[in-house]
């Protein structure tokens, strides 16, 4: 038995298993004949399957894509296993139709796809005890001639391969030159860096070492006060919290009598992180203050969190803070701050420090929570503090652009731009080269920057600098990294750009889950189907690729593409995957009037609401508070203007009572800042009576306000609907209460379409009843 990857076909498919040898012998020799052997080896392997298992005689005088696709579509062949024989047939076809020469690198992908095959052939209709084998890179047979002048050179298989595929960049007929001296690899070699299971180490990129240390598994992923990796200053962004801190520790510095700074906010949102940071630069500054970075720990095994608490703080207590001189930097989330506020041992002993942080407002969802300072205490808050800023026409993040560009900017300091260039250097490639590349864009960043902001305001999502490290991490590297880029088709390529990579990996994070929401193939619109039609009739997929988007930057991804051949010849998985591809590759770098198509106006709507709320501007809520009032009426439905159904439950006739509530802007608070950093993300409207009293708030978030656009466009919610928005039922049911129903009632019959008005007199207390 020959020992190749084939082997195990003889007892059950021997013509496939000569085949296959036949393949690996000449595997060195002559890339052409590999590739069109190769075509030949599918056409028989689904002869197998069509003649002796599955009784498709008619099958057999279709295409070889037709008949690919029928056993896709009826179940039989598996996406990935229809995608392997989408290679194949492509690779196969490309020799039959040109010169390709010595073309190792799709004679390595064609082998691995007929290996695929093989396996799922096997496992389908072969022995049951059967087991894969691994794969393995053909042998170097020692029949070939000039391998003998290789074996005066090294005694290594990975050496040998490396100077044949050197030889393979020449003219594979000049064996002569084989004797000379070999510069270094001028075609990737990451196959040459594999070892016999086909996995990349790290230590064979730097790029991908660097990479991997923005990773939430890696020890870099640590926060801890008292500590601040170089790495960890290079990724710092500065951030006007950063400068109010830093104030309060220069003000606090100065005085002798006892100084708590209350560093507040939530889980993640970078407390350690600063304090590291400042205690690495202003080490003489902070070495005057004591810090208390956990306050949900307690270090005596008999005491709990909130008594160990008041121990720390006891130099603050009501008897002892004229006479302490201690300082300290309290880092605590909210919800502890507020435990500890409503224990005993506040309303016993911090009654001056409960004061002080109730005067701060800091647990009022509708303040928002500037920097507060007294003679004893300062608190700066992380909570209303959010990662982006609003303006009038825009929202945008100055702290994720620069995070961003500190990862991909082209400076010497920059150690992962250092690590791409020696990556680069050695021709080193792999999925996270091409994606790097790709993250290099400004369009790359800022589209990504505008999906992390709708994050934010869509899903609520918190983003911890740590997760968005994560994140980055998962964009640029696929989890299957495993994958040989090398033996890599089009398709793996394709799925392994961080177009797909953003939207596919919800099982990886909760960010990455929440951006497959965010997917731009939701959003069709007519232009989006007109492109989609023009793909799906293409004689050849690059050139619809290549007239909407610029493929400069893709230059490997589009030689992959060239000669995949006419659209409809595709299996299905493989077309949904280019429809999705370049639906998302114009959402990120398409021209902007392509990018206009998915431009969501609600989102944008919703956003500039948000800003005139936080500024305080009525007149900027108009048309928010227009749609609020008349989604009431359309929620529980109206017969005619003014009047409101009071209920639903007989279907044929209905209550209405009339209805006058007016807006309220009261709660509103001044703001004269042009760009917002501090803000809700929610906008607090208010409706009252008629006399624009006993007023009724609304908190409306976003997923609020995109069902009072629905119902303004005629959707009539149901009982889910009543379940998901029941704050939002219950602010109509309180609203209900200013209608006149004591006064007038109007009974509707929808059989007859006749209304009936029944009023109270108050002058002559009686009841009229009459036809309106």
């Given at each position: 038995m020959d020992n190749n990857n084939f082997s195990f076909l003889e007892s059950g498919f021997p013509k496939l298993a000569a085949l296959g040898s036949e393949i690996e012998s000449i595997f060195y020799k002559d890339s052409q004949t590999v590739l069109m052997k190769g075509r030949l080896f599918a056409e028989e392997l689904l002869n197998e399957v069509i003649l002796q298992y599955e009784d498709l005689n008619n099958l057999k005088y279709m295409k070889l894509y037709e008949r690919i696709q029928y056993l896709e579509k009826d179940g039989i062949l598996n996406k990935e296993i229809a995608k392997s024989f989408d290679t194949i047939r492509q690779l196969?076809?490309?020799?039959?139709?040109?010169?390709?020469?010595?073309?190792?690198?799709?004679a390595f992908k064609i082998h691995k796809r007929l290996f695929e095959i093989s396996v799922w052939l096997m496992e389908l209709y072969g022995d049951y005890s059967f087991v894969a084998p691994m794969y393995k890179i053909p042998e170097i047979k020692q029949e070939m001639d000039y391998i003998v002048q290789l074996e005066e050179k090294t005694s290594s298989l990975e050496r040998k391969i490396e100077l044949i595929l050197q030889e393979s960049t020449r003219d594979y007929y000049a064996k002569d030159e084989l004797a000379a001296t070999y510069e270094e690899e001028s075609r990737p070699v990451q196959l040459l860096k594999h070892k016999e299971n086909q996995q990349l180490d790290y230590e064979d990129s730097y790029l991908l070492k660097e990479l991997s240390k923005l990773k939430e598994s890696s020890q870099e992923a640590i926060e801890n006060s008292n500590e601040f990796s170089s790495f960890k200053e290079y990724l710092h962004v500065e951030r006007s919290i950063q400068g109010e801190l830093k104030e309060s520790l220069d003000k606090a510095a100065t005085f002798m009598q006892s100084q708590l700074i209350l560093l507040c906010g939530s889980v993640g949102d970078g407390k350690s992180h600063l304090l590291a940071y400042i205690k690495h630069k202003y080490p003489e500054l902070i070495n005057q203050f004591d810090i208390h970075n956990d306050a949900t720990e307690s270090f005596d095994p008999h005491k709990s969190s909130l008594d160990t608490l008041a121990d720390r703080l006891s130099p603050f207590n009501d008897t002892q803070i004229e006479n302490s001189s201690t300082k300290l930097i309290l880092a605590i989330n909210l919800g502890v701050l507020n435990n500890f506020i409503e224990s005993e041992y506040a309303k016993d002993n911090f009654k001056i420090l409960s004061k002080f942080i109730e005067k701060a407002k800091v647990f009022e969802a509708t303040e928002i929570t500037t920097k507060q300072e007294s003679d004893y205490f300062h608190l700066i808050s992380f909570s209303d503090y959010q990662p982006f800023q609003l303006t009038e026409e825009v929202a945008s993040s100055d702290y994720y652009a620069t995070l961003l560009e500190k990862i991909t900017q082209p400076i010497d300091n920059n150690?992962?731009?250092?690590?791409?260039?020696?990556?680069?250097?050695?021709?080193?490639?792999?999925?996270?080269?091409?994606?790097?590349?790709?993250?290099?864009?400004?369009?790359?960043?800022?589209?990504?920057?505008?999906?992390?902001?709708?994050?934010?305001?869509?899903?609520?999502?918190?983003?911890?600098?740590?997760?968005?490290?994560?994140?980055?991490?998962?964009?640029?590297?696929?989890?299957?990294?495993?994958?040989?880029?090398?033996?890599?088709?089009?398709?793996?390529?394709?799925?392994?750009?961080?177009?797909?990579?953003?939207?596919?990996?919800?099982?990886?994070?909760?960010?990455?889950?929440?951006?497959?929401?965010?997917?731009?193939?939701?959003?069709?619109?007519?232009?989006?189907?007109?492109?989609?039609?023009?793909?799906?009739?293409?004689?050849?997929?690059?050139?619809?690729?290549?007239?909407?988007?610029?493929?400069?930057?893709?230059?490997?991804?589009?030689?992959?593409?060239?000669?995949?051949?006419?659209?409809?010849?595709?299996?299905?998985?493989?077309?949904?995957?280019?429809?999705?591809?370049l639906f998302r590759m114009i959402y990120f770098i398409g021209s902007n009037e392509m990018k206009n198509v998915f431009v969501d106006d609600a989102y944008n709507e919703y956003l500039n609401f948000l800003y005139h709320f936080n500024k305080g501007d009525r007149t900027g809520l108009r048309k928010i508070q227009s749609l609020v009032h008349d989604s009431i009426f359309l929620w529980n439905g109206t017969p005619k203007d003014r009047y409101i159904y009071i209920n639903s439950n007989n279907e044929h006739i209905q209550i209405a009572q009339s209805l006058e509530i007016k807006p309220f802007f009261n709660h509103l608070r001044q703001n004269n800042d042009t760009t917002l950093e501090r803000f809700q993300l929610s906008i607090l409207l208010a409706l009252a009576d008629q006399n624009k009293e006993n007023p009724e708030f609304l908190d409306i978030d976003y997923p609020l306000y995109e069902m009072i656009i629905r119902l303004s466009r005629g959707y009539r919610p149901n009982k889910k609907d009543e379940e998901n928005y029941i704050q939002y039922v219950k602010f109509i049911d309180r609203l209900m209460q200013h209608g006149k129903r004591k006064k007038e009632l109007l009974f509707v019959n929808h059989q007859t379409d006749m209304m009936f008005r029944l009023n109270y007199d108050d002058d002559y207390e009686e009841y009229s009843f009459r036809r309106d």
């Open positions: 196969g076809n490309k020799s039959s139709h040109e010169y390709v020469g010595m073309d190792l690198e799709n150690p992962f731009y250092r690590a791409y260039k020696l990556d680069e250097e050695r021709n080193i490639r792999g999925f996270f080269m091409n994606n790097y590349e790709l993250l290099m864009l400004s369009e790359t960043r800022e589209t990504i920057i505008n999906l992390l902001i709708q994050s934010h305001i869509k899903y609520k999502v918190i983003i911890s600098t740590r997760s968005l490290l994560n994140f980055i991490y998962d964009i640029l590297v696929p989890e299957n990294i495993d994958v040989d880029y090398i033996n890599a088709d089009a398709s793996d390529k394709t799925k392994g750009l961080l177009f797909n990579l953003i939207f596919e990996g919800k099982d990886r994070s909760q960010l990455l889950s929440t951006f497959e929401k965010l997917d731009p193939i939701h959003n069709r619109s007519n232009e989006m189907d007109l492109i989609l039609i023009e793909l799906n009739n293409s004689m050849q997929i690059i050139n619809t690729f290549e007239k909407y988007i610029n493929l400069s930057n893709l230059v490997e991804w589009k030689n992959e593409l060239e000669g995949m051949g006419a659209f409809q010849s595709l299996t299905e998985s493989s077309r949904q995957l280019y429809n999705r591809t």
